[in-house]
């Protein structure tokens, strides 16, 4: 059974940081594209950045790049969101996902197979 499991989300002051982690079991990830999204209230979920596993190849969102940093730790099976410079407008449910295919649009969101169940990131001003 496939699990991805985030984690690290909490309450910063502007310009504080975080770090988020997705830990993904049940399967083989090595040949997968991880992709990180956000969803605020009232809005629909947002492509936040995405690491081609096998390659390490990062594709970020023009909203989020040069503060966000996205990693992986193979021996952990982990991927890891680290958050700088957080605003205000970066507080949302974060989650990870992950899918097979590492060609498609990263920011395509019914193209990911699994989901992770979210981690609360509120940003005060």
């Known amino acids: 059974q496939v699990q991805l499991v985030e984690s690290g989300g909490g309450l910063v002051q502007t310009g504080g940081s975080l770090r988020l982690s997705c830990a993904a079991s049940?399967?083989?990830?090595?040949?997968?594209?991880m992709g990180w999204f956000r969803q605020a209230p009232g809005k629909e979920r947002e492509f936040v950045g995405r690491i081609n596993w096998s390659s390490g190849s990062i594709v970020y969102s023009p909203s989020v790049k040069g503060r966000f940093t996205i990693s992986r730790d193979n021996a952990k099976n982990t991927v890891y969101l680290q958050m700088d410079s957080l605003k205000p407008e970066d507080t949302a449910v974060y989650y990870c996902a992950a899918r097979r295919d590492v060609y498609s649009n990263p920011w395509a969101v019914a193209t990911y197979d699994y989901w992770g169940q979210g981690t609360q990131v509120t940003v005060s001003s």
């Open positions: 049940g399967r083989t990830f090595s040949d997968d594209a």
